[in-house]
């Protein structure tokens, strides 16, 4: 009854869509940085490694204050296209990076991306239960919560099976 009454709701299947694919790349970055670590930035110790994928989810406890003002300024809407918008471009740098150096600066401007999806994303999905609630009469978030819950973990099937497919194409 929850997943249908959820995925009645365009916004939620909007929501879940950019929710699962936040996730999707959120999963991904654990399992990328060693490998791109040891591969491209030839990089061997594991406490390093550790180190330079830390800084990104560190980084991202620092700049939550960044996204609250942008709240303040533009709205929530305008302020989760600009924290999509920022995480993109945050990422794209790691095809031309080479260098351990650049890597570390990069990892810290991933951190910008992440915090603004971690930040938005509950207040988001407080907004369709709102939105909800007002067309229904009745207040379901346990139903919202538990569905989303649930829909994001198919993004950690996804970072698997793509892994799966990268590993057994290049061999």
């Not at 951190?111 to 930040?119: D, E, N, T, V």
């Not at 099976?161 to 990268?166: A, C, M, P, R, T």
Request: aromatic fraction near 14%; include cysteine; glycine fraction near 10%.
């Amino acid at each position: 009854t929850s997943l249908k009454f959820s995925l009645k709701n365009k916004s939620f299947r909007i929501f879940i869509i950019m929710n699962v694919a936040y996730w999707y790349v959120v999963g991904m970055l654990p399992m990328v940085a060693p490998l791109y670590g040891s591969i491209v930035l030839d990089i061997s110790d594991a406490m390093l490694l550790g180190i330079l994928l830390g800084l990104a989810f560190i980084s991202a406890a620092c700049f939550m204050a960044l996204w609250r003002f942008i709240i303040g300024k533009f709205g929530m809407k305008k302020g989760v296209e600009i924290s999509m918008v920022v995480f993109i471009i945050s990422l794209a740098p790691f095809m031309f990076i080479f260098d351990l150096t650049t890597a570390f600066i990069a990892f810290i401007f991933v951190g910008i991306g992440i915090s603004g999806a971690i930040y938005f994303g509950d207040i988001l999905l407080a907004a369709i239960i709102d939105e909800d609630e007002l067309t229904t009469g009745t207040r379901r978030d346990g139903g919202y919560y538990g569905i989303n819950a649930l829909l994001t973990k198919l993004s950690t099937i996804l970072v698997i099976l793509s892994i799966n497919v990268v590993f057994n194409s290049v061999g």
